[in-house]
Nanobody, 120 residues
Framework: QVQLVESGGGLVQPGGSLRLSCAAS????????VGWYRRAPGKQRELVAF???????NYADSVKGRFTISRDNAKNTVYLQMNSLNPEDTAVYYC??????????????WGQGTQVTVSS
């Protein structure tokens, strides 16, 4: 069993910052590519940022220079530091990861999502 649990969402004023965390737990042998997605009200889910093992991160144009994805492999946790937030960043944020279990089975997992609301 593998779970991804996000945390760190909330209400923040425009120009503020939040750091999202996504902790993976369970029978994990290794974690490959990890990413953050978001779904704003009335819009389709979009990729925000992702990073593969040993590679440079990739970001959506709308968040470049403001968001930073990072990972702590020892803690099986991925983070999304979000700065200079604006109301267009309001969405439910989801983490996603490719995880290989001890059995050797590799699957793709999603977290349950965490709400980020940017409003004055």
């Amino acid at each position: 069993q593998v779970q991804l649990v996000e945390s760190g969402g909330g209400l923040v004023q425009p120009g503020g910052s939040l750091r999202l965390s996504c902790a993976a737990s369970g029978t994990i042998r290794s974690i490959g590519a990890v990413g953050w997605y978001r779904r704003a009200p009335g819009k389709q889910r979009e990729l925000v940022a992702f990073v593969t093992s040993g590679a440079m991160p990739n970001y959506a144009d709308s968040v470049k220079g403001r968001f930073t994805i990072s990972r702590d492999n020892a803690k099986n946790t991925v983070y999304l530091q979000m700065n200079s937030l604006n109301p267009e960043d309001t969405a439910v944020y989801y983490c996603n990861a490719d995880i290989t279990q001890y059995t050797g089975v590799r699957s793709n997992y999603w977290g349950q999502g965490t709400q980020v609301t940017v409003s004055s």
